[in-house]
């Protein structure tokens, strides 16, 4: 197999699924039916619930399984292996390397049996809505529309329900990308590609900025001049000194969607993005405002949870970096309300000194908890008062005694939740449960 082959594997293939998560478990049922020999390893032991699902489903389809430290005697004698997003590749390139195995991802493989046309979005922020909205905007034009990737449905399962008939092929694939699916594609091929924005996010992962943003240029890197790539306009230069090869397209807010339930200018901009990338797909600007305009704002991402005595609480807990604090702040910035920030968690990285002259301008406190506290009052240092409570139960008690009717208390993290939850979903729900209680 070389490098520009799509990742088939066949009968006489053994492939070691790296990460026992919805992605790699996705991963080995398409490997399994394609007659590969699967190996499934994962450093992490499960929940005792979660492990004997994945025992059971182990069983069922013939798959090894591996706990615990990888070993290059897991790798020995595989074709190819196949990595779960965020999992850190250049360690599992050295296993792969040794043993000769070719390496791919989930996204990768699954693409491999597509024939259905790809709208693909990747970006620091805002992928989740974007997809979202343009899914209901080619939804409105009577198209068949399977949603999926880093949103949540890996597409190996659409891959599965298409081939034994439990759903219809789709007119088009709108999948959410992110920087680790991206890593390990190679001949990935959307139709329309968007990057949305970049900004500095999983430094804790990639080596640098450098190697974040060739990660997501990868989603243009199969494209030719028939196809389409979309992008804001603040990254025109960036786009042609990387020379994408597919027809540019930019996009800014031209005024065109104004009736949104959608929070903040970027969510403007992120309504205009979707409809730059439905627009090649047959789908009328009526249309497409139409879906935009009936758009619900997604769980945890600036959400409104609830109004009580004039404080209204939102939800951002998918804010995991300073780019999307920014974006947050400014966004209730906007409506006028002054903010209660809560924030803290595990720091990705970032300049959250860049954050100070919003936070003078808008924000009343800062309700920081949990970890990486140190980064956080240095970086938010000389703006307004900062305090800091173990959980984020103690930090909005203390939100709480500072609020006065019209502020908002605002949950935008700017650092990811494995301090103390096991995804931002679980943050979010807290954080709506707690309000639920007050």
């Known amino acids: 197999m070389t490098s520009k082959d799509a990742p088939h594997f066949g009968p006489k293939d053994a492939v070691v699924v790296v990460g026992a998560g919805r992605s790699g478990r996705a991963a080995a049922r398409l490997l399994s039916r394609c007659g590969a020999s699967v190996r499934l390893v994962d450093q992490r032991e499960p929940e005792a619930r979660v492990r004997d699902a994945v025992i059971q489903e182990a069983g069922k389809y013939g798959w090894t399984l591996f706990w615990g430290e990888h070993k290059q005697e897991h790798f020995d004698g595989a074709s190819g292996v196949v990595v779960s997003p965020g999992v850190p590749l250049k360690r599992i390139e050295q296993y792969a390397s040794a043993a000769r195995a070719f390496v791919t991802g989930e996204l990768e493989l699954a693409a491999a049996w597509v024939a259905e046309p790809i709208l693909a979005v990747t970006g620091t922020s805002g992928k989740t809505t974007t997809v979202s909205v343009a899914a209901a905007m080619l939804e409105a034009a009577g198209k068949r529309v399977f949603l999926g990737g880093n949103i949540g449905t890996p597409l190996s399962e659409y891959v599965l329900a298409r081939d034994a008939g439990e759903c219809s092929p789709a007119d088009v694939i709108v999948l959410e990308t992110s920087s680790f699916q991206l890593q390990t594609c190679l001949a990935f091929h959307p139709q329309v590609a968007m990057l949305l924005n970049l900004s500095p996010n999983h430094l804790d992962?990639?080596?640098?900025?450098?190697?974040?943003?060739?990660?997501?240029?990868?989603?243009?890197?199969?494209?030719?001049?028939?196809?389409?790539?979309?992008?804001?306009?603040?990254?025109?230069?960036?786009?042609?000194?990387?020379?994408?090869?597919?027809?540019?397209?930019?996009?800014?807010?031209?005024?065109?969607?104004?009736?949104?339930?959608?929070?903040?200018?970027?969510?403007?901009?992120?309504?205009?993005?979707?409809w730059q990338a439905v627009e090649p797909f047959g789908v009328t600007l009526e249309q497409a405002r139409k879906a935009a305009a009936s758009f619900e704002p997604l769980p945890n991402r600036l959400e409104r949870v609830a109004e009580k005595k004039g404080v209204l609480f939102v939800n951002d807990s998918k804010c995991t970096t300073v780019e999307a604090l920014r974006v947050a702040l400014e966004s209730l910035i906007d409506a006028g309300r002054p903010i209660l920030l809560l924030a803290g968690g595990k720091f990705k990285g970032g300049d959250l000194s860049v954050l100070r002259p919003l936070l003078v301008k808008g924000t009343r406190a800062v309700a920081l908890y949990g970890g990486c506290r140190e980064a956080f009052e240095k970086g938010f240092a000389e703006t307004v008062p900062v305090s800091w409570d173990v959980d984020m139960d103690a930090a909005l008690r203390r939100a709480l005694n500072m609020a006065h009717p019209g502020d908002v208390v605002l949950l935008a993290p700017a650092a990811a939740s494995f301090d103390q939850y096991k995804n931002y979903e679980e943050r979010g729900e807290h954080f709506r449960d707690l309000v639920r209680r007050l």
């Not at 494209?223 to 025109?236: H, K, M, N, Y």
Request: charged share 35%; with cysteine.
């Open 205 to 274: 992962h990639h080596e640098n900025m450098e190697e974040y943003t060739a990660a997501k240029f990868r989603i243009f890197a199969r494209q030719t001049s028939g196809d389409i790539a979309v992008f804001p306009e603040c990254l025109r230069e960036e786009a042609q000194k990387r020379g994408v090869k597919s027809a540019l397209r930019f996009y800014a807010d031209r005024g065109r969607f104004t009736d949104l339930k959608l929070l903040g200018r970027h969510n403007r901009l992120n309504v205009e993005a979707a």
